[in-house]
């Protein structure tokens, strides 16, 4: 499967951005897709994860209540919709197709990657 992700850019503290990755090449409406981010200088880091029926999501605590995972599978595309950005946010983001709906938090459980969306948050 590839994956193109889509929407970063830069962004005041405080505001909004959505994240897109378009997937082809695969069952797209049974696979679990998950996005991660890697901030400056640290590793990668599970942000959140959606089933491919769109039912179940998980989130990391650090952006739960701000962002929002969805998918449309019509279009074979998942979102990531954020909120109240903060600078601490600012990463490379990359969305993730599973091979496992089993701990979705973990970065081993995907196998293909999208090529990663900056997101800058300025103070």
């Known amino acids: 499967v590839q994956l193109q992700a889509s929407g970063g850019g830069l962004v005041q503290a405080g505001g909004s951005l959505r994240l897109s990755c378009t997937a082809s090449?695969?069952?797209?409406?049974?696979?679990?897709m998950g996005w991660f981010r890697q901030p400056p200088g640290k590793e990668r880091e599970f942000v959140a994860s959606?089933?491919?029926?769109?039912?179940?999501?998980l989130y990391a605590d650090s952006v739960g209540g701000r962002f929002t995972i969805s998918r449309d599978n019509a279009k074979n595309t998942v979102y990531l919709q954020m909120r109240s950005l903060q600078p601490w946010d600012t990463a490379v983001y990359y969305c993730?197709?599973?091979?496992?709906?089993?701990?979705?938090?973990?970065?081993?459980?995907?196998?293909?990657w999208g090529q990663g969306t900056q997101v800058t948050v300025s103070s």
């Open positions: 993730a197709a599973g091979v496992t709906t089993w701990l979705p938090q973990i970065a081993a459980h995907y196998n293909s």
């Open positions: 090449g695969r069952t797209f409406s049974s696979t679990v």
């Open positions: 959606i089933s491919g029926g769109g039912a179940t999501t």
